[in-house]
């Protein structure tokens, strides 16, 4: 299983830019970068993911390296409310099915 | 479209009883996973549930199972409680055994 490695902790001002760094050095050929985000007191909500290609959407942006073995995720424009935890996950694929490994994450607290 | 549901959102059980938990999953998903959340903690993955089978397991005893229904809503039932199995219990759905799951806000367990 590809392990992820993620800082404990960041701080961004509202209104800026918050890039959050994902190490996983062991990811294999075929195996996808997942990243997820956790309000206090909520389920765990789906932001991007990514094979290569960097990726965008309404939520955020996802640069994975030529090499694959690190990413970032990219919240352009921070907001109170994206204070959360952030989950970066490479789900192993084994046996037919698909689980979310999830680590301690990035507690990310966006303050005025 | 309706989200995912769970039920109760808390629940107080004396040690050695037995507790189900019910989710409905989003429309048109078909697969169900269940994850344990202790207090500080990320997700651990419990199981998986697909077109009504069991479709993977975690590092979790026998205690714990589940089903799930024709309608595709699950339960999780774990016999036997222990103290240490006080936990924010997550339900999530995908449509297929992908890994863009839709999670519910969970059920917060407590065994005194």
């Known amino acids: 299983d590809a392990k992820t490695t993620q800082p404990t902790s960041m701080d961004c001002a509202e209104g800026r830019a918050a890039n959050l760094p994902c190490n996983h050095s062991?990811?294999?050929?075929?195996?996808?970068v997942y990243w997820y985000r956790q309000i206090h007191s909520q389920g765990p909500q789906y932001i991007i993911h990514g094979l290569k290609n960097n990726e965008t959407n309404e939520m955020a942006s996802l640069i994975i390296t030529e090499d694959r073995k690190s990413s970032t995720l990219i919240l352009p424009h921070a907001t109170l409310r994206d204070t959360a935890v952030y989950y970066c996950?490479?789900?192993?694929?084994?046996?037919?099915?698909?689980?979310?490994?999830f680590g301690a994450g990035t507690r990310l607290a966006v303050h005025p | 479209e309706t989200g995912v549901t769970q039920s109760p959102t808390h629940l107080i059980k004396t040690r050695g009883q037995q507790v189900t938990l019910r989710c409905s999953s989003q429309s048109g998903h078909n697969t169900v996973s269940w994850y344990q959340q202790a207090l500080g903690q990320g997700p651990q993955f419990i199981f998986q549930?697909?077109?009504?089978?069991?479709?993977g397991r975690g590092n979790f005893p026998p205690r714990f199972s589940g089903l799930q229904f024709p309608n595709y809503s699950s339960e999780l039932n774990v016999n036997a409680l222990e103290l240490d199995d006080s936990a924010l219990y997550l339900c999530?759905?995908?449509?297929?055994?992908?890994?863009?799951?839709?999670f519910g806000s969970g059920t917060r367990l407590t065994v005194v």
């Open positions: 062991t990811i294999s050929g075929n195996e996808y």
């Open positions: 549930y697909y077109r009504e089978e069991e479709n």
């Open positions: 996950i490479v789900p192993p694929f084994s046996g037919g099915y698909n689980k979310l490994i």
């Open positions: 999530a759905s995908s449509p297929g055994t992908g890994v863009s799951y839709t």
